[in-house]
């Protein structure tokens, strides 16, 4: 990001290598996209952080910002798990592997993985906003990551079944010891062997130790409201509480005004940020 | 080093810097003036009403620019030609205003390719202003009618002759084969600049100012003085400080452009789940006050108006941005 011969406007070339429906009513889609520049490979790589996002491009239907759902060492692609809402994530779900698409970045701050280094991690997402956070448990699942951090529990909800995400390999996250998974859904269904009910009640229930962790929230607006005064009841202090906002955003630099929230821009500043950064914020979220 | 000129020599020196240069000048269009490439000194107006309708942040963050065009999956983006450009006759609030810009599109991590092109090609020529209008509030809000902020030059109108403080190297280079400014003439210039200051008078307090608009964030305060808004945006259209933008793609045309956009117009803020941080005129009339009255100032400590009265003047239900943050001040919830 620090060529100044770059014209940071310029999405870059990229291909789909895959496209897939991430959710049994069609409402998600994965793609993973990969560049047709090495030397933009090589840049985005290099900054690449989990927590950023990208700005998508499809001429014609313009840029929309999305999270990145994988990690660096998952291979030479970026992941977005898009939900279909207006015209540009329509045009997105028609797109299929060997589509052409445009993307810049990756923006944004990130996760500050660097400051938890030892600690005990607890991420806790719900619906598609899982998608950052499926990037960071990748992130710290590889061995060279996994002995920076202490215990790492993840609590996931979906409002049924058919909207849980990257299914097969959280299937085998139950599997494995160098991570406590809880998956919930908001109603009972046959075959579910996890938890039911809504995921701020599933923090309560798992009660995960405030001493020496971090919690990591992304979700709906209604899910992290909730999640946030059950965590602080578990003695989890505004310092130790992260999450990840969303805005309408357009230029992804800090310039274009659209996500200011006080002295802040999301774009810029964020989408990361402290409950007490944001505490600390005027309430116009 | 000061110049002067007499002022029947202006064309001859504006016709000079219009060989090396793109001049722009005040001219009339319609019942207002606006900056335009200056093809005849004739068109040139100086006299006229004291500010342009259009801020001249236009010549830097034009209010449409085409970023990128495309067809099927190719694009080229825009580049900019090498063009010398010469801003005359720019006000000392405007020429502020640009440097407060300047925070915003040439930073460290991200510069914008288009602002930074276009600022290193531009010298800033400003006229100060003897007689500021009713509307004018510069001096409130740290800036003045001959403050030198931004400038390469800034020239003060006498009788006769026009009066050249050079500012800048880049300035000295434009005025090195004038004569300099006589003792009397200095004199007379210093008299003028102060006199103008007679003017203004102070609109409002500002220090504590941000505190207080932080404190009145959930008030009804904003619900009362957004009342009469028609959310029509021109308060920021033509605000110099203002610099938000939409990027769009026109598809007839096959351009990515980006626009001039408002923080007054509700779907400025619209997520595409239906949620609106902003969804009344109250949030937003609210945005605006607080992006120049506290959040600039948390940002980079300045103040993020100039005080031009650009916002007042123009208002089509007669908003007055200077009564807003007075009231603010004395606002106590009932």
């Not at chain 1, 406007?9 to 290598?17: G, S, T």
């Not at chain 1, 989990?50 to 313009?62: D, E, N």
């Not at chain 1, 990037?135 to 990551?145: D, G, R, S, V």
């Not at chain 2, 722009?24 to 606006?34: D, G, S």
Request: with cysteine; net charge negative.
């Amino acid at each position: 990001m620090h060529n100044h011969n770059h014209n940071p406007y310029e999405p870059m070339p990229m291909h789909i290598a895959r496209a897939y429906y991430e959710s049994n009513d069609h409402s998600l889609k994965t793609l993973e996209l990969v560049f047709d520049r090495a030397a933009d490979r090589e840049q985005f790589f290099s900054s690449y952080n989990p927590g950023q996002f990208c700005q998508l491009s499809i001429f014609g239907k313009g840029e929309a910002p999305f999270g990145i759902a994988s990690a660096a060492w998952e291979g030479d692609f970026v992941r977005f798990t898009i939900q279909k809402m207006g015209t540009f994530t329509q045009a997105v779900h028609r797109m299929k592997a060997g589509d052409c698409i445009g993307m810049r970045g990756p923006l944004g701050n990130g996760f500050p993985i660097d400051l938890w280094h030892g600690k005990n991690l607890v991420i806790i997402g719900g619906g598609c906003a899982f998608s950052t956070l499926y990037a960071l448990t990748k992130h710290i699942q590889h061995p060279q990551n996994r002995p920076d951090f202490n215990e790492l529990i993840v609590i996931y909800g979906a409002r049924n079944s058919g909207l849980c995400m990257y299914k097969n390999d959280i299937l085998s996250w139950h599997e494995r010891t160098d991570l406590e998974i809880h998956q919930a859904i908001d109603i009972p269904e046959d075959d579910w062997l996890h938890h039911v009910g809504y995921v701020p009640d599933v923090v309560r229930e798992v009660a995960p130790s405030a001493e020496n962790a971090v919690a990591v929230v992304c979700g709906p607006p209604i899910m992290t409201k909730f999640t946030l005064p059950a965590l602080t009841d578990l003695n989890f202090p505004p310092e130790a509480i992260f999450t990840s906002l969303e805005k309408r955003m357009k230029c992804g630099l800090g310039k274009c005004g659209r996500c200011n929230i006080g002295s802040k821009y999301i774009c810029k500043d964020g989408p990361v940020f402290s409950l007490a950064e944001l505490e600390s914020l005027p309430a116009d979220i | 080093m000061n110049y002067q000129i007499e002022k029947k020599d202006l064309p001859a020196l504006l016709q000079q810097w219009m060989q090396i240069a793109q001049v722009f000048a005040p001219v009339k269009v319609e019942n207002f003036t606006q900056f335009k490439i200056l093809s005849n000194t004739n068109e040139l107006v100086l006299n006229g009403p004291l500010n342009t309708r259009y801020p001249p942040k236009s010549l830097f963050l034009p209010q449409s620019e085409v970023l990128l065009k495309y067809q099927d999956r190719d694009f080229t983006t825009t580049t900019l030609d090498k063009q010398q450009r010469i801003i005359f006759g720019i006000r000392p609030c405007d020429a502020h205003a640009v440097t407060l810009l300047d925070t915003v599109f040439d930073d460290q991590d991200n510069p914008d390719p288009y602002w930074k092109t276009r600022r290193e090609q531009t010298t800033l020529v400003g006229l100060g202003c003897n007689e500021p209008r009713e509307t004018c509030f510069c001096t409130t809000v740290g800036s003045g009618p001959f403050d030198k902020l931004g400038l390469d030059i800034l020239i003060t109108s006498l009788d006769d002759v026009y009066t050249l403080e050079v500012i800048t190297e880049k300035g000295a280079q434009l005025v090195a084969d004038l004569p300099s400014l006589k003792d009397d003439n200095q004199q007379q210039m210093l008299e003028v600049q102060d006199r103008a200051l007679d003017y203004l008078h102070p609109a409002f307090e500002c220090e504590g100012i941000k505190e207080k608009l932080y404190n009145i964030f959930e008030s009804e305060y904003w619900q009362q003085v957004s009342q009469s808004c028609l959310g029509c945006g021109v308060c920021t259209f033509l605000c110099p400080t203002c610099f938000c933008f939409d990027i769009v793609d026109e598809t007839q045309r096959g351009e990515r452009v980006r626009n001039w956009d408002t923080c007054m117009f509700r779907i400025y803020s619209q997520e595409a789940s239906g949620h609106n941080p902003r969804p009344t005129r109250s949030e937003r009339t609210r945005q605006r006050i607080m992006h120049k009255y506290a959040y600039w100032l948390d940002q980079i400590e300045q103040i993020g108006c100039t005080g031009c009265g650009r916002c007042i003047h123009y208002c089509p239900v007669g908003i007055d941005i200077r009564e807003m943050i007075g009231n603010a001040r004395v606002w106590r919830e009932a």
